[in-house]
């Protein structure tokens, strides 16, 4: 396909044409002009033109090394999650359910971790492959090589390409360092766990032809266990308006269906056991299982069980060592040599809860034998729920990522004249093994559980092929019972069980690589002189390959025809993954001033920029921005841009193979009465008594790819002012207002979307399957171009810094940003699509303000209000901050509906959130200038606030603070 034009981009294209005709005849003209000023021009991230004036049409957020280190953050990936314009469902690199691979993600604006663009010095990264995104993990960036952060806030797909839509994060390395730097860095919470530890070294040297830095670090943190805080202790619910106690149906004593014709020997008189052809059953805490008098019927509001406490961490162990080299040799005066390597080791894991079994046809497929040995019932057993704690270890998956990124290239200067240039290749790569244990080989566990019989030459349980036929015993399997209590590894029979389980847990080996291969060339200079100044261009070229490949263990490969694999379904997937594209780009851009020192206009520039991209995928698309900069008065310069933007799909989302995810829900069907719906699959097998209640607030949900998506299209506006005030010396005040508009949003419909759109207008109900009671037992989720978002708000800024005084100084910052609108419609055109509060509900009124978990196909948490205030205290050697982040209140939406109610309840609102941090430093001038500094994070203490929705621990542990109170100290040499 080729994208449309837009009238933006026609102008600009032939403003810039028209520009560049009058180029040759004036570069020799101002290049003497040009050579005295060319050293104080550097290049702002947001334009790819080098310009002495800092100040641009485009909103810059600039983080010096300094503030990373005094945040007392181990990580940058650390450090960023606090800034105000990162909203939505970054990723915490330390999130058990989801963040395990270690990966930390930005997310500008709420827009989704793929719709921020990350930079090393204007080029780009090798993209994670912890998340199918392709997002740039921003801890594969060492922490030794960063001299400073620029966070563009504003959109720029004309200059750099897909995905700076929300922004741009541009990582600037240190350049010109002399001599060696060591820093060693201990953390650990009030409570003793969480422990954090940090070393880094580097060496530099510099001499009239280049420069030489090496450098290595090492950080090490420990995991935090769900059980270890009070807020994670429990599945919480909402009950009557109250917090309750939640879990899962699949509990120790398990979960069976079986006729009530067969349960003889219960006590069916109990109302739990309802009134129909089948009864659902648990056995007695303590008794054997061997009789149906062992049973009783299953009660689903206090037969639950907490995997919170069992297994699950809250955050996840990370083990990194990184090294990099950065080079620069001067060939002749004027060109040089440059190099810049990297190497990241990444050693990750998380942990689950024991495995729950789920023997039914969509889940797992494995009954339970009529004629196992254990079976007392004298039926198969096709629905059986179980949490094998005890029978199996506990889940568990490690990764081993590596990271390897490595650019050079040739830049210079044309001559004695004002234009530069630079030429380059990067090369990106990032291969990753994970390890998974804890899950069961469903053909031998459909053996240990299928007919069973006792050997009658030696007295022992075998698994036969034919009921009563030892002749047919099935070598090497000896039969589970799920129907008692775990095996007790002191006995005879405990320990046979044991190892027959133990042969059937076998650890699933999967392997992923991304790469990124870039080529590169740019031009910057002047043009020609004008009344208010010169006019500079950049041109450029690029081109762009990139590649995924994933090779998933056979075991856990599901074949054609089949809905479940080697594995039980948990592990499952449909197949392998590779995926190529590349992308040819060609852009240019112009700085033409307007006015300049005439009454009310100090400066009047224009900015205009352009970029095409031709996709091996999909096409052609061309995007360019206007920028306006106008200064009336030196105290005072109001700004402005509008710019076209696009997303193309990453290799994830193209070609991901299928795989399943445990996705929270809310089915329409709970109280189902046999009222009419739009299509009969709706409530399928719901009893239309009222009585129906989903018992899983999750659903294994298979994520599908999709090759034919079309990249997203949208524009950004933000107009703004910077004031400083000549009459008061150090401050200065930034106001800043911004607007995303995308179309062809690319994104998945959550599962609840799905459900009511089937129960109100008959569609998507095929993508979910019902059992037997009528609970939703799997679904199917494809990614789309489905719909359109539109955000807004302000970014607002202070800064003071006081004159010196006898007492030191004082610097102050204020960082706030304000979300006005963030509204998605996930169908385009249907008003019923429209998410918020509720999905898929016509009511809707948009996400600002509200928390929808990334889990549940959400957006993350779209709070209105953040800031972040420094007071920072400097006297000689002497320095000491106070730091406050400060999160606005949300509405949780949908998955919060009132356990045991019908339908919805009003909407949650989980507390705002207040963080306060300290930091004492002091500098040793004795020690060439060492320093030392200790901290404490969080106070208060502040826990973060229940939000019952949340798919980890029972908050949003991409937002708040998950450890509590936590101390830590650095000590930085100089030599």
Request: proline share 6%; aromatic share 10%.
């Amino acid at each position: 396909m080729k994208c449309t034009s837009s009238k933006l981009r026609d102008a600009v294209v032939l403003a810039l044409v028209v520009g560049g005709a009058y180029s040759p005849a004036s570069f020799a003209q101002d290049a003497a002009a040009s050579a005295t000023t060319n050293l104080d021009k550097i290049e702002v991230t947001g334009s790819r033109i080098k310009r002495a004036d800092l100040e641009t049409a485009s909103p810059v957020f600039v983080i010096d090394r300094q503030a990373i280190q005094s945040s007392g953050a181990a990580t940058v990936g650390e450090f960023l999650q606090r800034t105000p314009a990162i909203a939505g469902a970054a990723t915490n690199p330390q999130v058990n359910n989801g963040g395990g691979g270690g990966a930390a993600t930005v997310d500008l604006r709420g827009l989704g971790v793929n719709r921020s663009l990350v930079l090393v010095d204007g080029r780009r990264w090798i993209g994670s492959v912890s998340n199918a995104s392709g997002a740039v993990d921003i801890n594969s960036i060492p922490l030794g090589l960063i001299e400073r952060v620029e966070v563009l806030k504003d959109g720029a797909s004309a200059i750099y390409g897909s995905d700076a839509i929300g922004g741009v994060v541009n990582f600037i390395i240190r350049k010109d360092f002399d001599g060696v730097e060591a820093s060693a860095y201990y953390g650990t919470s009030s409570r003793g766990d969480a422990a954090t530890e940090r070393y880094d070294a580097v060496f530099g040297m510099t001499n009239d032809r280049g420069s030489l830095m090496l450098g290595a670090s090492y950080d090490k943190a420990d995991q935090v266990r769900a059980s270890d805080r009070a807020y994670s202790s429990q599945p919480y619910q909402l009950y009557a308006g109250e917090k309750g106690i939640g879990g899962t149906s699949r509990i120790l004593t398990g979960r069976y269906v079986v006729p009530r014709a067969n349960a003889t020997g219960v006590n069916l008189s109990d109302p739990n056991c309802g009134t129909g052809a089948s009864v659902t059953l648990t056995r007695i805490d303590g008794r054997p299982g061997s009789a149906p008098s062992d049973f009783r019927c299953f009660n689903p509001q206090t037969d639950v069980y907490n995997f919170q406490a069992d297994g699950n961490l809250t955050l996840t162990p990370q083990e990194r060592t990184s090294m990099f080299l950065n080079g620069t040799y001067k060939l002749t005066d004027n060109v040089e040599a440059f190099v810049l390597g990297s190497w990241l080791r990444t050693d990750s894991s998380f942990a689950l809860a024991p495995l729950p079994f789920d023997g039914r046809p969509a889940v797992d497929n494995v009954p339970i034998s009529a004629n196992s040995i254990y079976n007392p019932f004298g039926v198969n057993i096709t629905d059986a729920r179980l949490r094998l704690r005890d029978f199996i270890p506990t889940r568990t998956t490690r990764f081993i990522t590596e990271t390897y990124q490595i650019t050079g290239g040739l830049r210079g200067a044309f001559g004695d004249s004002s234009w530069s240039w630079d030429a380059s290749y990067g090369y990106g790569r990032s291969p990753q093994t994970s390890s998974v244990k804890g899950y069961l080989f469903s053909p031998g566990l459909a053996a240990a559980l299928g007919p069973s019989m006792i050997d009658p030459a030696t007295g022992n349980p075998i698994c036969v092929r034919t009921p009563g036929n030892p002749a047919t015993a099935i070598n090497g399997c000896l039969p589970v019972n799920f129907l008692g209590p775990a095996p007790d590894p002191s006995t005879p029979t405990g320990q046979a069980q044991l190892s027959a389980l133990g042969l059937i847990n076998p650890t699933i080996t999967n392997t992923s690589e991304n790469t990124l291969k870039v080529y590169n060339a740019n031009a910057t200079g002047d043009l020609f002189d004008v009344p208010a100044g010169t006019v500079s261009l950049a041109v450029g070229v690029e081109r762009r390959e990139e590649s995924a490949s994933s090779t998933s263990d056979f075991l856990t490969i599901i074949p054609p025809g089949e809905t479940v694999c080697l594995t039980t379904q948990e592990a499952c997937t449909f197949g392998n993954i590779s995926g190529e594209f590349d992308v040819n780009e060609v852009y240019a851009e112009a700085l033409v001033p307007l006015l300049a020192d005439v009454p009310f206009a100090e400066k009047l520039n224009l900015t205009l920029g352009t970029r095409y991209s031709d996709y091996s995928n999909f096409g052609g698309t061309t995007n360019s921005k206007i920028g306006v900069e106008w200064k009336p008065f030196s105290d005072l310069l109001l700004r402005g841009t509008y710019a076209d933007v696009f997303r193309a799909p990453t290799i994830g989302n193209l070609f991901s193979p299928t795989s399943p995810s445990a996705n929270s829900y809310v089915d329409p069907c709970n109280g189902y009465s046999g009222q009419a719906t739009a299509d009969p699959r709706a409530c399928a097998g719901v009893a239309p008594d009222g009585s129906f209640r989903q018992s899983n607030n999750q659903v294994t949900s298979f994520q599908v790819a999709n090759p034919n998506l079309q990249p997203e299209e949208g524009d950004v506006f933000t107009y703004g002012f910077v004031y400083s005030p000549s009459w008061l010396d150090g401050f200065s005040v930034t106001a800043d207002y911004w607007r995303v508009s995308l179309d062809q949003f690319i994104t998945r419909l959550p599962e609840t979307v799905m459900l009511n759109q089937c129960y109100q207008f008959g569609r998507y109900c095929d993508t979910f399957i019902r059992d037997e009671a009528g609970d939703v037992a799997q679904m199917t989720n494809a990614i789309g171009n489905f719909g359109e978002l539109r955000t807004s708000g302000v970014d607002l800024g202070f800064r003071y810094n006081t004159p010196e005084a006898a007492w030191g100084r004082l610097s102050w910052n204020l960082d706030t940003t304000y979300i006005r609108q963030y509204d998605v419609r996930l169908l385009s055109g249907d008003p019923s699509s429209d998410v918020g509060a509720f999905p898929g509900i016509p009511q809707s009124k948009g996400l600002a303000g509200t928390f929808v978990d990334s889990a549940s196909s959400g957006f993350g948490n779209i709070a209105r209000w953040r800031a972040l205030n420094d007071l920072t205290w400097t006297f000689g050697n002497l320095n000491a901050s106070l730091t406050t982040r400060y999160v606005h209140h949300v509405n949780e939406a949908p998955d919060v509906a009132e356990v045991g109610t019908d339908g919805y309840v009003a909407k949650r609102q989980v507390p705002s959130y207040t963080q306060t941090d300290f930091q004492l430093g002091y500098r040793l001038e004795a020690l060439n200038n060492s320093t030392i500094q200790i901290g404490v994070r969080n106070l208060a203490d502040r826990q973060p606030p229940l939000v019952y929705s949340g798919f980890n621990a029972s908050t949003d542990l991409r937002t708040y603070d998950a450890i509590g109170r936590y101390y830590w100290m650095r000590w930085t040499a100089r030599f």
